[in-house]
């Protein structure tokens, strides 16, 4: 099977990855939810970070039993990268230019180098903070918008991820006058087996 894009092939063959758990039985235990952290520094240079956030402790596609990670909320932080600990409780984060500039994240299912459309089937989430500059001065930063163009909260299960890393990536378009940016990332998780509905879910979305 060929690697889709971003260069990485899925991780099993999902027409066989079906048939192992196709005799599984249709109710499995879940988990309590638990919480994964990331994350990565966005330069104001405008080049794009990713960050790899390995998931072997918790996804095992075996040849019996195989355990699946569902994600069902993110929460996302911008921070300014210049202040020792990443975290400031005035965020100044701020455009002094009428054009602005953007602070965007993404998590996807494979490797990126740059960021990706919708489109994309490695998509899991994206978005980011804009910043608007006065369009009458250079002085100042005008105001700020937080916007998530899709996350698993959007959808009625949360999203189902069957691979061994997801990939944080942030990338600063624009101007932010304020410099470098931190950006962290929080996943509420659950475990559950795999079921054959489940392995067919993963494999209608190409993961």
Do not use: W
């Amino acid at each position: 099977m060929a690697p889709d894009r971003g260069g990485r092939a899925p991780l099993l063959g999902l027409g066989m990855f079906i048939g192992e758990v196709a005799g599984t039985p249709a109710h499995m235990a879940k988990s309590d939810s638990f919480f994964i952290r990331a994350i990565s520094d966005a330069a104001s240079g405008g080049a794009y970070a990713q960050e790899e956030i390995d998931l072997g402790s918790f996804v095992n596609l075996g040849v019996k039993n195989s355990t699946l990670l569902r994600i069902h909320n993110i929460a996302v932080q911008y921070a300014d990268g210049s202040i020792a600990g990443g975290v400031s409780p005035e965020l100044p984060l701020h455009s002094a230019v009428a054009g602005g500039g953007k602070i965007a994240f993404q998590l996807t299912t494979q490797s990126q180098t740059s960021m990706v459309p919708l489109s994309d089937k490695s998509v899991v989430a994206s978005g980011g903070l804009m910043l608007y500059g006065d369009p009458n001065t250079t002085a100042y930063g005008v105001s700020q918008s937080h916007d998530l163009d899709v996350g698993p909260q959007s959808f009625t299960q949360g999203m189902l991820i069957g691979v061994d890393s997801l990939f944080f990536g942030t990338e600063i378009g624009g101007t932010v006058s304020s410099g470098d940016a931190v950006v962290a990332i929080m996943l509420e998780c659950t475990l559950e087996n795999a079921t054959q509905a489940s392995a067919t879910a993963l494999a209608l979305s190409q993961q």
